[in-house]
């Protein structure tokens, strides 16, 4: 089976979703698939240093990186969309990441154009909290583009139960299926040694550590965690802080300004992005994994620290909360930041019940969350998607259709293509 990934982007600074894709591909190629990726070269506001549009090789996965031009924040990239309309009729079905890019709403394009099935994963962008952000510029690109992309999907691919739910007001045709993300357990069995990451970071040498792992974000409850932390840290000195992550726009200064007025600035460590064995590390000295985020489609860092063994404190818009709460791995709250300290609080007065919830995430992880697991329900969905009846008997576009030979000439955009430009370049989504 020849399965295309389309993701705007692979740079980690964007967290999750770059990191899922890669490792998801990596399994399907164990699997014996033939599977390749096409994103851009974009990484904030830099660039990836890639080699672009030829193949590049990483764990049996084609991957091909392409420029990206104006309008930046679409991840806008002219090559993107001739190199897809040519790659897209050879494949068997084609995985599309996240919505509102140019990369995933030209791919739809081509797939409906060239009969070729594909799932769209919403990355949580469906997501009521943030579904109502910007909504008059995302209502204009959905009336364009978006619905229909939905709606003539062969499936919506969601990562929990919980995400799935949360769109049923909108009325999407097309059918959802359930396939969480993963992490390979095994990089968990072995942690560096204990101390590695207190001696890489004096200042949290004899505290017990609070650790947030994920970017600085509004919707990351940053808010509230600066809050329930500064309660914590003006009361007692065995804690310390550790935020570890990508600065989101510059909100790292919004989070200082924060703890400054909390009192407690000097109890928190910004690390900055944390990766490999630096973050293995941070996770095998931390007494407990943080994250009280406003939505949060999936939250690979949860499974992550689970896997490490750590107790989790979650808030409940955090979607997989009911695994969590069912396992009895972590505490779940509401997005309160009573809640959220006194949560805190009795992880940090009993070691015991933690180190016990920490066992019992491990055995969710390797129950649910490991990445062989998924990666045969991902291969499963895929080969029943493509046994649809609909698909077997869609009409295929001929060879002169797939070379460009008829209409426009190969590569060239429509006019609503070109018209989709212009008015990114006018507004954000």
């Not at 974009?42 to 309008?71: K, R």
């Not at 804690?239 to 990508?246: D, I, S």
Request: aromatic share 10%; net charge positive; proline share 5%.
């Amino acid at each position: 089976m020849r399965i295309l990934h389309v993701i705007a982007s692979l740079a980690p600074r964007y967290g999750g979703p770059s990191q899922v894709c890669l490792e998801l591909c990596r399994e399907l190629a164990r699997h014996g698939e033939h599977v390749a990726i096409y994103t851009t070269n974009i990484d904030g506001p830099e660039q990836l240093q890639v080699p672009l549009q030829e193949p590049v090789w990483q764990d049996g996965v084609e991957v091909h990186y392409f420029p990206v031009q104006a309008p930046r924040y679409y991840k806008f990239s002219v090559p993107l969309a001739k190199a897809l309309k040519t790659a897209i009729p050879t494949y068997d079905i084609v995985h599309i990441h996240s919505l509102y890019l140019f990369p995933s709403t030209v791919a739809a394009r081509y797939c409906r154009r060239f009969g070729v099935p594909y799932l769209i994963r919403p990355h949580g962008t469906l997501d009521p909290y943030l579904f109502r952000r910007h909504r008059g510029r995302k209502w204009l690109y959905e009336q364009l583009f978006e619905w229909r992309n939905l709606n003539r999907a062969a499936a919506i691919h969601f990562t929990s139960a919980e995400e799935q739910a949360l769109t049923c007001s909108l009325g999407l045709q097309a059918p959802g299926v359930v396939v969480p993300n993963g992490v390979f357990c095994l990089g968990y069995a072995e942690l560096p040694a204990a101390g590695t990451f207190r001696a890489l970071w004096p200042e949290t040498q004899g505290k017990q550590i609070i650790l947030f792992l994920g970017r600085l974000h509004f919707k990351k409850g940053l808010d509230l965690l600066t809050q329930a932390f500064g309660q914590l840290g003006r009361t007692r000195n065995d804690v310390h802080l550790v935020v570890a992550g990508p600065d989101d726009d510059g909100y790292r200064r919004q989070v200082r300004r924060w703890l400054t007025t909390e009192g407690v600035a000097g109890k928190v460590t910004f690390t900055g992005m944390l990766q490999g064995e630096e973050k293995r590390a941070a996770l095998r000295d931390a007494t407990l994994f943080v994250l009280p985020s406003y939505s949060e489609n999936f939250a690979l860092a949860v499974v992550e620290a689970m896997a490490a063994g750590l107790p989790v404190v979650i808030s409940h818009k955090v979607n997989i909360w009911r695994e969590v709460a069912t396992a009895k791995a972590g505490l779940v709250t509401k997005c309160d930041v009573r809640e959220l300290h006194n949560a805190l609080r009795a992880l940090l007065d009993d070691p015991l019940r933690g180190k016990e919830m920490g066992q019992r995430g491990q055995q969710l992880v390797s129950d649910q969350f490991s990445w062989e697991r998924v990666g045969r329900r991902m291969n499963t969905i895929y080969r029943q998607l493509l046994t649809q009846e609909e698909y077997r008997t869609a009409k295929k576009p001929t060879r002169r259709r797939w070379l460009g030979l008829g209409g426009r000439r190969t590569g060239e955009l429509s006019s609503k293509e070109q018209d989709l430009a212009g008015r990114l370049r006018e507004s954000k989504v």
